[in-house]
């Protein structure tokens, strides 16, 4: 089972920053944080991922809280083409590679 | 550079039929992972490969089984196929070996349909 809470849907501005938070509370110390997303009859695409620090990358950036207990994934600028379903998933390091996908947000940008 | 390339995009086949899906990973990349996504279930891990072996597999029923070849592309196969097996497959792609933290590339998918 997915171990993260994710709000089903979201909604933002064109333009504006897009904040998706997840909860992840049963965490471990040795667990990632991932995020993908997939837009409409695409395969998912990594976004990013880390463990405890805050990371950043030119889609996005990931802001982890001290307890790791949960995070929040933030598109600076949103456009159109970032409307789609986001992933939170969380994974343990050197696992044998699956990722376990839970529901998702829906993000949807506005005009 | 090339991304990930599943084939054929859709597909429609009879219940008890088997079929036989491809998947081409990015060049250089050694690792192939099978996604099943559906309304009902969402995305669900299947298998993954690396260097022709199989490394982690998922809960599905013997029907489902894969292979990777030696230049690291995989197929998947469905035997005995069921309304249920109705889906999009993916395949994602990685450079490193599983177990290393790093993201996956997916494919567009292919799309089966059971009649």
């Known amino acids: 089972d997915a171990k993260t809470t994710q709000p089903t849907s979201m909604d933002c501005a064109e333009g504006r920053a897009a904040n998706l938070p997840c909860n992840h509370s049963?965490?471990?110390?040795?667990?990632?944080v991932y995020w993908y997303r997939q837009i409409h009859s695409q395969g998912p695409q990594y976004i990013i991922h880390?463990?405890?620090n805050n990371e950043t990358n030119e889609m996005a950036s990931l802001i982890i809280t001290e307890d790791r207990k949960s995070s929040t994934l933030i598109l600076p600028h949103a456009t159109l083409r970032d409307t789609a379903v986001y992933y939170c998933i969380v994974r343990v390091g050197g696992s044998q590679g699956n990722l376990i996908f839970g529901k998702g947000t829906k993000l949807s940008v506005k005009p | 550079k090339a991304g990930v390339t599943q084939t054929p995009r859709y597909l429609i086949k009879t219940r008890g039929q088997q079929v036989t899906l491809s998947c081409s990973p990015i060049?250089?990349?050694?690792?192939v992972s099978w996604y099943q996504q559906t309304p009902g279930q969402g995305l669900q891990f299947l298998f993954e490969?690396?260097?022709?072996?199989?490394?982690n597999k998922g809960n599905f029923p013997g029907r489902f089984s894969g292979r990777q070849f030696s230049n690291s592309r995989s197929e998947m196969n469905v035997s005995t196929l069921e309304l249920g097996d109705s889906a999009l497959y993916l395949c994602a792609s990685s450079y490193h070996r599983p177990g290393l933290n790093y993201g996956y590339t997916f494919g567009s998918g292919t799309r089966l349909t059971v009649v």
């Open positions: 490969y690396f260097s022709e072996t199989q490394r």
């Open positions: 880390g463990l405890k």
């Open positions: 049963t965490i471990s110390g040795n667990e990632y």
């Open positions: 060049s250089g990349h050694r690792s």
